[in-house]
Every structure is written in structure tokens, then in C-alpha cells.
């Protein structure tokens, strides 16, 4: 007949299968709802959708200005070759205006060509922010199809070996069952230890002769003297 310690070693084979892929399935659901990579590649795109607002404005507002100058400078000429104007004093100041507004014209022009690069690299900025997210999400949907097909893969492994947990429950004695039930907490979810060349292979202490017979016998639950596991032999 089996021994009832075998058959708890069994069971601890079991739990720690079952250990094993409940903390593999957290850390999937944890790679799941992680999305702090596509949330700081979201705030990029929008810093930089951002940026670009004031540099438009300006070249906007410089082109308004260009434009000014250029008008006010071909109504001043206008009048100035009308040949309207015949005072000298007058004549003179207006040829010193066209000559101030030809100035004034090439300074904006200067800071427009600028203000228009400024455009230009805000939305290059925004262009690779945009790429970047694209990138990250596809990347992100690839793997995060590869860690649903592992969930499904895993849950349904669960389930056969919580068929097996219960079968395996089945002809193990409900006072046996309790105490590997209390000691599992305590002993690192591994409650049973096999008893290897007369030492308990999980604390590597050496048992006492009558000891290692009782729990070759197998009769009754033997616990290593030392960490309290149940030992079993085989
Ligand atoms: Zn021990």
C-alpha cells in the first residue's frame, strides 16, 4: 500500500506546479496592464503637438508683419513717383521711409526664414513622437498577443492539475491532510522532504536509526527532527 507520506509528496509535486503557474499567470496579468512605456511615448506626441502651437504663431504673426511692411512700403513709393509731392523737405523724408521699410522688410524676412525652421523642426519632432508610439503599440500588440496565448496555455494546465490536486486529495487521510496543510505555510509551500541516504534532503540533517525505520515502515507520518518536514522515502 502507499504510504501516506508518499502520497502527501505527491500532492506537494502537485501545489508546487500549481505555485509555480499562478505566480507566472500574475506576472502575466502584470505585463498586461503595464503600459507606462506607451503612456510616456503618449505624453511625447502630445509635448511636442504642443511646441508646435507657438512657433505657428509666430510665423504667422511675422508674415502679418511682412506683409505690413511690403504694403506700407509700395503705398509710400506710390505716392513718392505720383508726382504729387514736390517739396524737397518732403520728397526726402519719404525716400528715407521706403529706405527704413526696405530695412525693416529684410530684418522680418531674416526672422521669418527662422520662425519657419522652427515650424519645420516642431513638427519633425512631432513626426518621430508619432512614429515612436506607432512602433511602441505594434510592438505591444505582438507581444501582448504572445502573453494572452501563454495565459490561455497556462489556465488551461491550472485546471488539469487542479483535477489532479483532488484525485491526488482523495485517499490521503483528513489528520494528514491538516498537517500539510499548516505546515506548507511554514515550510516554504514544501511540507514533505524525501529522506535521502538517512538525511532529509531539504535541510541535509541526518536522522536517528529508528527514525529512518519508522518512516520505512511507512505506517504512520514521520516529521525530520530538525525542520519538521514530512519525510518519505522511496
Ligand atoms: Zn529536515
Known amino acids: 500500500m502507499t504510504s501516506q507520506a508518499y502520497l502527501l509528496y ?139 496565448a501563454e495565459g490561455r496555455e497556462l489556465r488551461a494546465q491550472l485546471k488539469t492539475l487542479k483535477e489532479q490536486r483532488a484525485a491526488a486529495i482523495a485517499p490521503i487521510d483528513e489528520q494528514n491532510l491538516r498537517i500539510y496543510d499548516e505546515l506548507k505555510p511554514q515550510k516554504n509551500h514544501q511540507p514533505v522532504s524525501r529522506l535521502v541516504e538517512n538525511s532529509c534532503s531539504v535541510c541535509g540533517i541526518e536522522q536517528i536509526a529508528t527514525l529512518v525505520q519508522a518512516v520505512k515502515q511507512g505506517d504512520k507520518l514521520v516529521q525530520c527532527k530538525n525542520c519538521q518536514r514530512i519525510l518519505v522515502v522511496f
Open 10 to 148: 505527491k500532492l506537494q509535486e502537485i501545489d508546487l506546479q500549481i505555485l509555480k503557474l499562478e505566480r507566472r499567470d500574475k506576472e502575466l496579468i502584470r505585463i498586461l496592464r503595464d503600459d507606462s512605456n506607451l503612456l510616456a511615448a503618449q505624453e511625447a506626441l502630445t509635448k511636442a503637438q504642443i511646441a508646435l502651437k507657438p512657433a505657428e504663431t509666430r510665423h504667422r504673426d511675422l508674415s502679418l508683419q511682412v506683409k505690413g511692411v511690403l504694403d506700407k512700403r509700395a503705398a509710400t513709393e506710390e505716392r513718392l513717383y505720383s508726382g504729387s509731392i514736390t517739396n524737397p523737405k518732403e520728397l526726402q523724408d519719404m525716400q528715407n521711409e521706403v529706405a527704413a521699410l526696405g530695412r525693416r522688410h529684410a530684418e522680418l524676412e531674416n526672422q521669418l526664414l527662422e520662425a519657419l525652421i522652427a515650424v519645420e523642426e516642431a513638427q519633425a519632432a512631432i513626426q518621430a513622437a508619432q512614429t515612436a508610439l506607432d512602433k511602441l503599440q505594434a510592438e505591444r500588440e505582438a507581444s501582448h498577443a504572445a502573453v494572452k
